[in-house]
């Protein structure tokens, strides 16, 4: 059963960069699959913020292209976001998942608890 853990900071100053890492255990991320990272903003819906599939490709949610960037290592199992020139709009839960299907992450697939980003200065 695949298990994943996100951890960063909970805060980040406006303009700053956040980054978060999402430790995977139970799988490899090399294996198949679309290692995602998705964010609920208050009072939102969740929203796709891009993912890395299995093979290395890089997908991201077209408004965040510019300031998202996915890596990963593989040494680890491991995905890391980065999300640069925040403002408090970027504030949310942010999930790390194991998607079956680019840009979407159902109940069905596997989910970490995710992590509270506030930003504010």
């Known amino acids: 059963q695949v298990q994943l853990q996100e951890s960063g900071p909970g805060l980040v100053k406006p303009s700053q960069t956040l980054s978060l890492t999402c430790i995977v255990s139970?799988?490899?991320?090399?294996?198949?699959?679309?290692w995602s990272w998705v964010r609920q903003p208050p009072g939102k819906e969740p929203e796709f913020v891009g993912a890395?599939?299995?093979?290395?490709?890089?997908y991201y949610r077209p408004s965040l292209k510019g300031r998202t960037s996915i890596s990963r290592d593989t040494s680890k199992n491991r995905f890391t976001l980065q999300l640069s020139s925040v403002t408090p709009e970027d504030t949310g839960r942010y999930y790390c998942?194991?998607?079956?299907?680019?840009?979407?992450?159902?109940?069905?697939?596997?989910w970490g608890l995710g992590t509270q980003v506030t930003v504010s200065s």
């Open positions: 139970g799988d490899s991320i090399t294996t198949s699959g679309y």
């Open positions: 890395i599939e299995y093979n290395g490709n890089t």
């Open positions: 998942a194991r998607a079956r299907s680019l840009g979407y992450v159902g109940p069905n697939d596997s």
